[in-house]
């Protein structure tokens, strides 16, 4: 070093910084039950579907899709 004095490598300000108001518990546990609920309800789902199949639950579903009557021709009026 050539003469010049050494800074130190933390620089602390003058004044104290402020300081934030504590939060209430409230603001810090909302996500907290939020994910809470999705993952109760994600659960209960799980047992529900469970529970149906456990029980001998059978999706007796006959649906029967109709394909619409179209008719493809190459006239230049329709319906002929």
Do not use: C, H, W
């Not at 402020?18 to 999705?38: H, I, K, Q």
């Not at 456990?54 to 006239?75: E, L, M, W």
């Amino acid at each position: 070093m050539t003469g010049r004095s050494r800074r130190p490598a933390l620089v602390t300000p003058e004044s104290p910084m402020p300081l934030r108001p504590a939060s209430t518990p409230a603001e810090r546990d909302s996500g907290g039950v939020l994910a809470g609920v999705v993952v109760a309800v994600l659960i209960l789902a799980v047992v529900a579907v469970g529970a149906f199949y456990y029980f001998g639950g059978d999706a007796n579903v006959d649906v029967k899709i109709k394909k619409p009557q179209v008719t493809v021709t190459s006239d230049a009026t329709p319906g002929n």
